[in-house]
């Protein structure tokens, strides 16, 4: 299984943007997903998570009603879509399932894509 994470970049406070997650392999439509995200000295934070069949999702109270995460099962993508962009969501955002993948017994994380906000 293979993640890749795109759609970050640099944006004004109360801008949007819209991630995209691509996943290869087989696991995606059988798994739960979600978005998590690691600012610098902090550690890593799940921001988002969707269901298997994307019927149920949950946010993290620092970005709830801002947030919105989607999934295209058919397609093995899942979205992030941040809207009212705070300095404070300066991070690099990953995708991965939930529990994260595990390859060798080590949590598997993608490149992530960097999204700052700018005061």
């Known amino acids: 299984a293979h993640l890749v994470e795109s759609g970050g970049g640099l944006v004004q406070a109360g801008g949007s943007l819209r991630l995209s997650c691509a996943a290869s392999g087989s696991m995606f439509g059988g798994n739960d997903m979600g978005w998590y995200r690691q600012a610098p000295g902090k550690q890593r934070e799940l921001v988002a998570r969707?269901?298997?069949?994307?019927?149920?999702?949950e946010y993290a109270g620092s970005v709830k009603g801002r947030f919105l995460i989607s999934r295209d099962n058919a397609k093995n993508m899942m979205a992030l879509q941040m809207n009212s962009l705070k300095p404070e969501d300066t991070a690099v955002y990953y995708c991965?399932?939930?529990?994260?993948?595990?390859?060798?017994?080590?949590?598997?994380w993608g490149q992530g894509t960097q999204v700052t906000v700018s005061s």
């Open positions: 969707i269901s298997r069949d994307g019927e149920r999702t």
């Open positions: 991965n399932y939930i529990p994260p993948l595990r390859v060798n017994g080590r949590v598997s």
